[in-house]
Nanobody, 121 residues
């Protein structure tokens, strides 16, 4: 079973930057896609950015030009560089991964525990 562990959240002033990391661990797996979602109080969870193992990316319109998603060469860690943060970016950020289990030839989707990002005005 793959586990996702996020880090890098915190409190930052408007205009500042944060970098989130998410590491996938387990055995005999291959990641097809990783992404970051966020959920603000009273709102639904929404996609922020995603990246496939061949490097294709997509972003929510509100973060285009400010956030950058990337993946390491081992395809087990995903990063989200967040610049020019504003208070509307305040939310719990969740890592998400679509995983292929080599031993069972099955796919599954996994979530991290979430990391809080708070942007003060």
């Amino acid at each position: 079973q793959v586990q996702l562990v996020e880090s890098g959240g915190g409190l930052v002033q408007a205009g500042g930057s944060l970098r989130l990391s998410c590491v996938a661990s387990g055995s005999t797996f291959s990641i097809n896609r990783m992404g970051w979602f966020r959920q603000a109080p009273g709102k639904q969870r929404e996609l922020v950015a995603a990246i496939t193992r061949d490097g294709r990316t997509n972003y929510q319109d509100s973060v285009k030009g400010r956030f950058t998603i990337s993946m390491d060469n081992a395809k087990t860690t995903v990063y989200l560089q967040m610049d020019s943060l504003n208070p509307e970016d305040t939310a719990v950020y969740y890592c998400n991964a679509d995983v292929y289990y080599i031993s069972s030839a099955r796919y599954n989707t996994h979530w991290g525990q979430g990391t809080q990002v708070t942007v003060s005005s």
